[in-house]
């Protein structure tokens, strides 16, 4: 989609620092992290937020969820993990394109659940 930093960032037209990537997905580190290490997973397909999901999109969804073990065990994250999705105005989203939050490398404060 024109005019979406993710969906410019998996073509290859907006740089970024990937950690990982296949024909589905993307992985590479926030520009603002908010931990010793902040990936964002996401698709390729531009998907703008999780209440978009639905049974014909959400094999990358479950792709991503597969992925994210193992790029977690390549970035030293032994001892847990957290993982993000804002979604929509309240749910203070600031890219339209659905992406998953990946932090770690220290403890984690602050879970609201
Ligand atoms: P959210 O608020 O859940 O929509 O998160 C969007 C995230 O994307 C924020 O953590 C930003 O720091 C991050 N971000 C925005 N633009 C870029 C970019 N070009 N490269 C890497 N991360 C980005
Ligand atoms: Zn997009």
Do not use: W
Not at 18 to 27: L, N, R
Not at 62 to 88: M, Q, S, W
Request: net charge negative.
């Amino acid at each position: 989609m024109d005019n979406c930093v993710f969906c410019g960032i998996a073509a290859g037209t907006i740089p970024s620092k990937k950690v990982y990537e296949d024909d589905k997905i993307v992985a590479f580190h926030d520009l603002n992290p908010q931990a010793p290490v902040h990936v964002l997973f996401v698709p390729k397909q531009h998907i703008c937020c999780a209440d978009k999901i639905t049974e014909d999109n959400c094999d990358v969804v479950a792709h991503i969820f597969c992925t994210i073990p193992k790029v977690a065990a390549e970035l030293g994250l032994t001892d847990g993990y957290r993982i993000v999705n804002n979604c929509g105005e309240h749910g203070c989203q600031t890219v339209k394109h659905l992406h998953f939050h990946l932090l770690g490398g220290t403890q984690l404060r602050g879970s609201m659940v």
